[in-house]
């Protein structure tokens, strides 16, 4: 027998429990169970299921006859997520439209009688920016789609604050203003789940016109940029980018950051956390087509070193998570830096000998 590979051991308030991630099973787990679950994980020689443990064991699909590791094309950790995450709403697919129509009614009587988190606000900050009225650009929505392209070397030049203004405000900004419709929420340019609009910039400043160099997030609903530090250098961000250097000399970048605190106000099951990745992508694609329609070059990455960037930005990591990045700027209109090429040449040119 052996041991499935459908379960882990999850410990919660000093309790083991016994989780089956794929049928979504949980089992307390007693002292007895687990020696023998101890034992034979580092049995060497084949074990039977004569003893009432193993037989429990065995029924529970602990246990089962060869290995049924999965074939997965995504990481072992992931996968358990995904298939916690599969199949779970909270409405139900097998009633009529009427039916489901009061699910959701009770859903969102349920959600109201919690009191919905605060924002942050500009009120919170000693330094801010009001950034100038954004203006549209007459930039035809076609050919922006064909000039879009991600880059990963800029130039050090710097910015207008009226394009930093025109990017962040018809990215994230409250373009819509009070739509009755959506009250008390507001509507940005980017779809987001329920409208709550969990996705919160921070702005790292390097090179716009007019603007002191430093780490701001961005109030969405008043256009204004909030100091959080002064000092944030390219190295800072580097460092925070898991040592990628894409965003050297960039005019400014943005971390996305997801506000957890306000998403579980409303989705409380094990797919919210999908949404978060899902909404950064959306504003993350707004972001580059208005830098596009800027003129201004754009790279994005999702992979960081979190705990840095919760540091620079003063988040704790729990309520509000950083989940993306996005750069801007002038820069080379190439997919490959210069330093990348150069090293892809090399190895070209020494493999041919």
């Not at 940005?188 to 002191?212: H, K, M, W």
Request: proline fraction near 2%.
């Amino acid at each position: 027998m052996d041991i499935s590979h459908n379960f882990f051991i999850l410990f919660e308030d000093n309790k083991a429990k016994l989780v089956n991630y794929k049928e979504k099973k949980e089992y307390h787990i007693r002292k007895e169970y687990m020696n023998e679950l101890i034992k034979l994980s580092s049995a060497e020689e084949e074990v039977s299921d004569t003893t009432k443990i193993m037989k429990d064991l065995t029924q529970a699909g602990v246990l089962v006859e060869g290995n049924d590791k999965p074939e997965m094309y995504i990481h072992y950790y992931s996968n358990i997520f995904h298939n916690l995450s599969k199949n779970r709403s909270v409405t139900s697919n097998n009633t009529t439209e009427g039916e489901w129509a009061l699910e959701y009614i009770k859903v969102c009587e349920r959600v109201a009688k919690e009191k919905f988190p605060e924002r942050d606000s500009y009120v919170n900050y000693e330094k801010t920016i009001q950034l100038p009225v954004a203006t549209q650009s007459e930039e035809s929505l076609l050919n922006t789609l064909k000039e879009r392209k991600t880059i990963r070397e800029f130039f050090d030049e710097s910015v207008t604050q009226q394009q930093l203004s025109n990017i962040l405000y018809f990215s994230y900004g409250n373009v819509h203003k009070d739509e009755g419709e959506y009250a008390p929420f507001y509507r940005r340019t980017s779809p987001s789940g329920g409208c709550l609009q969990i996705i919160e910039p921070y702005v790292t400043i390097f090179n716009v016109d007019g603007i002191p160099q430093g780490l701001y997030w961005y109030d969405s609903a008043e256009h204004k940029l909030c100091l959080v530090r002064e000092a944030f250098s390219y190295q800072d961000l580097r460092e925070c980018l898991a040592g990628q250097f894409f965003a050297n000399d960039c005019a400014f970048g943005v971390f996305m950051t997801a506000n957890l605190e306000i998403l579980n106000w409303k989705y409380k099951t094990e797919r919210n956390y999908k949404v978060v990745f899902l909404e950064a992508g959306h504003f993350a694609q707004t972001s580059q087509l208005m830098s596009t329609s800027e003129d201004l070059q754009i790279w994005i990455t999702g992979a960081m070193t979190e705990s840095l960037i919760e540091e620079a930005c003063k988040i704790d990591g729990v309520k509000k998570i950083p989940v993306f990045f996005t750069a801007f700027g002038k820069g080379r209109k190439k997919s490959m830096h210069s330093l990348m090429q150069q090293k892809l040449d090399s190895y070209v040119e020494s493999i041919k000998d």
